[in-house]
């Protein structure tokens, strides 16, 4: 059993920055990519970015340029560091955890508000 945690969403101003973290528990040994995800509401689920056992990574265009994903294998860990944002940014953020293009576990999402 796998299970996934975010934290560090909030309420921030236009411009500002935020970094969310991701910390997974229970049987992760073989989860070789972990992602992060966004829900607005009214819009469906949205690939954000993702990141590979590798550290390889790719990103919505976006937040190209703004957003950066690692990950910490020794805490079991993805972080996703967001500057510049926006108002059209605001969404849950979910995180996911896989071997392949779709996420097999997902995190309970953190609320991030940006204010005009």
């Known amino acids: 059993q796998v299970q996934l945690v975010e934290s560090g969403g909030g309420l921030v101003q236009a411009g500002g920055s935020l970094r969310l973290s991701c910390a997974a528990s229970g049987i992760i040994k073989s989860i070789n990519v972990m992602s992060w995800y966004r829900q607005a509401p009214g819009k469906q689920r949205e690939l954000v970015a993702f990141?590979?056992?590798?550290?390889?990574?790719t990103y919505a265009d976006s937040v190209k340029g703004r957003f950066t994903i690692s990950r910490d294998n020794a805490k079991n860990t993805v972080y996703l560091e967001m500057y510049s944002l926006k108002p059209e940014d605001t969404a849950v953020y979910f995180c996911g955890a896989g071997w392949g293009m779709n996420p097999v576990y997902w995190g309970r999402g953190t609320q991030v508000t940006v204010s005009s």
């Open positions: 990141i590979s056992s590798s550290s390889t990574t």
